[in-house]
Structure formats: structure tokens, C-alpha cells
């Protein structure tokens, strides 16, 4: 059993730590390893092996490359490469899945070779076998997770521990859990395309990662936690999608989340995914969503799988693309904040359109808990505010029960 690995960084070194620690069971040999750099890695027990040069890899004979170098560019020239060489592939790389999907699965079929990719959602987490075999017969119609380790951490840690959203930001990059440029964690990129790829195996019809409603954490500060905590509630950055009527709607938001949610008890870099099912109902999936030993856990789960010819079909990256709603078209809870000397203008207006609200905090700033029939009904009063000239700059965060 002969494999490339490209990229020796924190998924790379957890994929050769598994390989090692299972070296009894199964004997994987490590042909080369593709790095940037090789001079960091002179005194590794690799280094014979470690290269900085492609060819390098593709001179060798292998069963399987393993691409752990993220980003679209060149992972994508290799992955391609590879599958045109009629070499099975695996790959933890989400923003590959969610950018060239359609076109890498296509490639696979074509020649008659697998594309495994368990790693790019929820990290160590089973969750994607699962959702394509043994929930097989099911119609999911929905889905709510947290897909993003690094933001969950930050979170966590400034609710728990009163940190810094910058000190956390650090400790989640020394820890090895956040992308090579964390923007893609804190705007929400990542969960994003996580729920994407979920979103198209359940959905069977492509869906976009763009094409859902997404913001990010950067905003998120000390005053929201402390609202969140006066509100018996967490701050998560959840992802949600849902199937009705051959139409998708979803989200990557912060969200309130009630302390009495499942989502709630989830903190640090875990994640969960919750898959409504007609025939299994609720199902979820918690765990590590990302580090070096677990997500090694799932790469090497799909190399065995590729060894042991465990192949599902994956078809569902080659349908067609599904329009996407982004907004709540339903009842819906919002924390609206306004910094504004005219807060009881704004309070008077919303009194006027909405017929539930609470105000929270009406000292340093006004905080306002609305009950509304739609989320387009508190846009529109967020609009209605901005015209008038009460407020120029608002924020909504949604709750959830
Ligand atoms: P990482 O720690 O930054 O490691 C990246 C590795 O790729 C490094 O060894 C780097 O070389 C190498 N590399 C980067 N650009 C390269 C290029 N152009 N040519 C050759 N080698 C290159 O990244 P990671 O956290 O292991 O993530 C790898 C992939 O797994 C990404 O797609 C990521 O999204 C995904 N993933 C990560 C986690 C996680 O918890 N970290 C979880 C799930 C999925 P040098 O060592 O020389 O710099
Ligand atoms: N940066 C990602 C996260 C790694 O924090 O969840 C796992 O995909």
C-alpha cells in the first residue's frame, strides 16, 4: 500500500501519527511527502522523503495521494492530476469540495477511481459516511450545526474564560485549529462551505456555498456575550439549511442559542450536526471538529476505506445547482443593538410594527428583544429606523430555543 502525502502541517502529521500508531495492522508506505518549505523539516525522521518538488510524487508509484496543502491553488492541479492518473485521491480540503466539487467527483467517475473527502466537515467526525450510507432511504429535509472549530473555540473562551476575541484568535492558531488565513473561520467561510457539502449529499442538487446568508464573528463583543448571558443564552456560529418545495434556504450566522439547546452544550472546538430525517427523525453527530489527531483519525479512515474498496457513490456533486433563500421566512427572535441618542424614537417605532419586545438595555446603548412574524418584517424595521435618521448602524443577532 503505497501513498502520497501533500502537506506535512497539523493534518499531515496527524495522518503519519495514525499511520504509525496502526503500523502493526496495516503497513501504508509513505512514498513522499510535499512541503513548501524542506528545510524545516532536516531533522524529521522523513526527511529522506520530504520534497519540496511535485514531480517528486508523481515519479513515484502510488495507490492513493493524500492532499492536506488546503487552499484551491495548486491542491487543485495536483488532485486533478492524480485522478487523470487514474490515482485514488483524499483530501480534508473543504474549500476545494465547495469550489470544484462538481467537477473533481466527475473526473474520479471518469476514471474510474475514488475521491474521499470525510475530513473537510466537522474534522474527526464521522458525518459524511454516514449521511451517504447508512442514512440511505432517508429524505433529510434539514439540517443545524457548528462547523467551525476555531470560531466555537473563541466563543467558548469568551464567554467562559471573559477572553479576548484577539488572545483566542492566537491560541486557536497555536493550537493548530484555525485555516492557514482565519479570515475564512471568523466570516463564516468555512462553516459555510462545510454546510454546503453536507447541504448537496442531503439534498441531492448542488448548493453554493455563497449562495447561503452569511456573516461571520468579527463583530461579536463583550456586550453581546453579556446580553447573551443575561438572556440565560450562548453565542454560536450555527449553519442551518433546509429542503421545501425543491428549494433551499440556509444560513452561517451568530446566533443566540438558549442554554436548554443542544447546540448550547457544544463548546470549545467541537462541533455537531443535526439531520432531520423522515424516517430517523433527529440524528446528531458530536466531536472534535478539528486538530491534528482527530481530523488524522478521519483522513486515515478514508485511506483504509480506499484499501479495503469501501466505496459509496457520490453523485450528488454532479446534479444540478438548487436555488437558495436566504432569508427566515418564519417566526423569528432578534437582539437588536442601537448606539443613538433617539432611543425613544426607536422604541416608539418599533411599538408601532411589532406587537412583542423587551428592552434589555437602555443605559450605554439600546438592546431590544423583538418577536417578529418573519425576518423580513425586522429588516424592514431596521430599514424604516436607518430612514428616518434614528440610527445609521444596527445589529441583529437571531436566537434560537
Ligand atoms: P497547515 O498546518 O497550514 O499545513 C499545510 C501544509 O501544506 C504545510 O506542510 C505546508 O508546507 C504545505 N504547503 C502549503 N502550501 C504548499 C504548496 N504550495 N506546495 C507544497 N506544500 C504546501 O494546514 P492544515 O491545518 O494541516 O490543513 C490542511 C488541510 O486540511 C486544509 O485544507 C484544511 O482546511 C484542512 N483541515 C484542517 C483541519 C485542522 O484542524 N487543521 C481540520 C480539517 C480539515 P510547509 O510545512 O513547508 O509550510
Ligand atoms: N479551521 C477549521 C475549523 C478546521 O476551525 O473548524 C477544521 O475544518
Redesign the pocket.
Known amino acids: 500500500m503505497k501513498i502520497a502525502i501533500?502537506?506535512?502541517?497539523?493534518?499531515?502529521?496527524?495522518l503519519v501519527q495514525m499511520i504509525e500508531g496502526n503500523k502493526n495492522k496495516r503497513n501504508i508506505e509513505i512514498t513522499s511527502i510535499?512541503?513548501?518549505?524542506?528545510n524545516?523539516?532536516k531533522s524529521s525522521k522523513y526527511a529522506n522523503i520530504i520534497t519540496?518538488n511535485?514531480e517528486d510524487v508523481f515519479k513515484e508509484d502510488i495507490d492513493i495521494l493524500v492532499?492536506?496543502?488546503?487552499?484551491l491553488h495548486?491542491?487543485y492541479e495536483y488532485i486533478k492530476r492524480a485522478l487523470e492518473s487514474k490515482i485514488n485521491v483524499v483530501?480534508?480540503?473543504?474549500?476545494?469540495l465547495a469550489e470544484y466539487g462538481d467537477k473533481l467527483v466527475k473526473l474520479a467517475k471518469e476514471n474510474n477511481v475514488s475521491l474521499k473527502f470525510e475530513?473537510?466537515v466537522g474534522?474527526g467526525i464521522p458525518v459524511l459516511k454516514p449521511l451517504t450510507e447508512s442514512l440511505e432511504g432517508n429524505s433529510i429535509d434539514s439540517m443545524y450545526a457548528i462547523l467551525n472549530?476555531t470560531t466555537n473555540f473563541i466563543l467558548s473562551k469568551m464567554y467562559n474564560e471573559g477572553l479576548s476575541y484577539d488572545e483566542v484568535l492566537k491560541e486557536a492558531q497555536e493550537l493548530?485549529?484555525?485555516?492557514?488565513n482565519p479570515e475564512?473561520d471568523v466570516e463564516g467561510y468555512?462553516a459555510a462551505r462545510k454546510l454546503s457539502i453536507l447541504s448537496t449529499l442531503a439534498y441531492n442538487g448542488r448548493v453554493y456555498w455563497k449562495d447561503f446568508y452569511l456573516e461571520g464573528i468579527s463583530k461579536i463583543d463583550m456586550k453581546d456575550i453579556n446580553y447573551a448571558k443575561q438572556m440565560g443564552c450562548k453565542i454560536k456560529l450555527v449553519g442551518q439549511s433546509k429542503k421545501k418545495n425543491e428549494k433551499v434556504s440556509g444560513y452561517v450566522r451568530p446566533v443566540l442559542v438558549d442554554n436548554n439547546n443542544l447546540l448550547s452544550q457544544i463548546d470549545n472546538?467541537y462541533n455537531i450536526v443535526v439531520f432531520n430525517g423522515d424516517s430517523i427523525g433527529e440524528l446528531s453527530f458530536v466531536g472534535k471538529?478539528?486538530?491534528?489527531e482527530?481530523?488524522g483519525s478521519?483522513v486515515y479512515a478514508d485511506v483504509m476505506d480506499i484499501f479495503n474498496n469501501r466505496i459509496a457513490k457520490i453523485d450528488q456533486f454532479t446534479k444540478e445547482k438548487i436555488e437558495v433563500e436566504k432569508t427566515i421566512n418564519n417566526k423569528c427572535q432578534a437582539l437588536l443593538r442601537f448606539k443613538s441618542p433617539k432611543k425613544e424614537e426607536i422604541i416608539s417605532l418599533i411599538n408601532a410594527c411589532i406587537d412583542e419586545y423587551d428592552v434589555i438595555d437602555d443605559n450605554d446603548e439600546l438592546a431590544v428583544m423583538v418577536y417578529a412574524g418573519s425576518e423580513y418584517e425586522i429588516n424592514n424595521i431596521l430599514c424604516l429606523i436607518k430612514d428616518k435618521g434614528y440610527c445609521e448602524e444596527s445589529r441583529k443577532l437571531l436566537k434560537i430555543s
Open positions: 501533500l502537506g506535512y502541517g497539523t493534518v499531515g502529521k496527524g510535499l512541503v513548501r518549505d524542506k524545516k523539516y519540496e511535485i492532499e492536506l496543502i488546503g487552499g495548486p491542491s483530501t480534508a480540503n473543504k474549500d476545494m475530513a473537510s474534522g472549530g493548530g485549529f484555525a485555516e492557514a475564512a468555512d472546538e471538529g478539528a486538530g491534528k482527530p481530523t478521519a
